[in-house]
């Protein structure tokens, strides 16, 4: 079936750095692809939208110059938490949409200290 | 707008005895229903979904749902707990700009 690898599973990083996620689909090819976060023990909210070979569409509230999405190929989207703060710290997760329903990343467990 | 309730945020049953988890849904035409588990820490899993046909949906692990149109509801149903069911479970519609809208999630804790 469908499958989506997300990388990396968690990674911990410094107050002011950028983080690179990335979602690539692996036997089919991902036109859309959704972001969406998690604080723990809360639900997922959807971040952005990312469609290939265009600019993201991102959610009420969510800031597109902090949360940097491309979508440069049919099986690659990737979102960049730029100057990261402890306040970013949350889980990720992507997610693409397919005849069967929505397949999903493994998620990342960012940690910005 | 679209929207998932899912009223129950903590459940707790004892291992062997029936379960019922509540979704209501807001939407205007026949949706496209999800359930997902999730284990701490790790990923979603797709237990069942609803696209259209039989209102009785049969997923993984003995998880069942049904969709009632006049209730607005998806309630997930299992007749018999295991303690490896003790996960967070998320009830999801799809919008119509093909958007998942994902409950609030109900917390399962599963008593031996």
């Known amino acids: 079936g469908a499958v989506v690898s997300q990388h990396p599973s968690w990674v911990i990083c410094k107050s002011g750095t950028s983080v690179k996620i990335e979602c690539r689909s692996l036997?089919?090819?991902?036109?859309?692809m959704f972001w969406y976060r998690q604080f723990p023990k809360q639900s997922l909210m959807l971040m952005a939208t990312?469609?290939?070979?265009?600019?993201?569409?991102?959610e009420q509230g969510v800031e597109k110059d902090k949360f940097l999405i491309n979508h440069a190929s049919l099986t690659l989207s990737t979102l960049t938490v730029t100057s990261a703060h402890p306040e970013d710290s949350s889980f990720y997760i992507c997610?693409?949409?397919?005849?069967?329903?929505?397949?999903f990343g493994s998620g990342t467990r960012l940690t910005v200290v | 707008a679209q929207s998932v309730t899912q009223p129950d945020i903590h459940i707790t049953v004892s291992e062997g005895a029936s379960l019922e988890l509540r979704c209501n849904y807001s939407?205007?035409?026949?949706?496209?229903l999800f359930w997902y588990v999730q284990s701490p820490g790790q990923g979603l899993q797709l237990l069942l979904k609803?696209?259209?046909?039989?209102?009785l949906v049969q997923g993984i692990k003995g998880f069942e749902a049904e969709f009632k149109r006049s209730q607005s509801s998806f309630n997930l149903r299992k007749p018999s707990v295991h303690w490896s069911d003790a996960a967070e479970y998320f009830c999801?519609?799809?919008?119509?700009?093909?958007?998942?809208?994902f409950g609030t999630g109900t917390r399962l804790q599963v008593f031996p």
């Open positions: 997610s693409a949409p397919g005849a069967g329903g929505y397949t």
């Open positions: 939407y205007g035409a026949t949706p496209y």
């Open positions: 609803y696209f259209s046909g039989d209102t």
């Open positions: 990312s469609n290939e070979g265009s600019k993201a569409t991102y």
């Open positions: 999801a519609v799809v919008s119509n700009t093909d958007k998942l809208i």
């Open positions: 036997d089919f090819q991902a036109t859309t």
